[in-house]
Nanobody, 126 residues
Framework: QVQLVESGGGLVQAGGSLRLSCAAS????????MAWFRQAPGKEREFVAQ????????YYAESAKGRFTISRDNTKNTGYLQMNSLKPEDTAVYYC???????????????????WGQGIQVTVSS
């Protein structure tokens, strides 16, 4: 089992940046694949980015490519999502997710991840 807690959200103007953190406790974080999802009001939860256990492989949704960077520090049991050039359409609740499976490809489905944080609000004003 692993427990995930997001932080770093808030209100930012369009064009600004935020860095989300996902602190993990419980079993060794390094054995978990990690991802970020988001859910806007009235919409389904959608995949944003994914990172392998070692941090050596990353995948991004098209909407995140070139603006967002997913990373992790296994020594600190923490994952990150650096978000730059934010747009109003990035407004959503952001969730980190983790799973022990050693995926070798992109996994966009919410059912691909067993553990979830409680979510954190990101609001981008125009």
């Amino acid at each position: 089992q692993v427990q995930l807690v997001e932080s770093g959200g808030g209100l930012v103007q369009a064009g600004g940046s935020l860095r989300l953190s996902c602190a993990a406790s419980g079993r060794a974080f390094r054995i978990y694949q990690m991802a970020w999802f988001r859910q806007a009001p009235g919409k389904e939860r959608e995949f944003v980015a994914q990172i392998s256990q070692s941090g050596g492989t990353t995948y991004y949704a098209e909407s995140a490519k070139g603006r967002f960077t997913i990373s992790r520090d296994n020594t600190k049991n923490t994952g990150y999502l650096q978000m730059n050039s934010l747009k109003p359409e990035d407004t959503a609740v952001y969730y980190c997710a983790a799973d022990r499976t050693w995926y070798s490809d992109i996994r966009r489905g919410i059912n691909d991840y067993d553990f979830w944080g409680q979510g954190i609000q990101v609001t981008v004003s125009s």
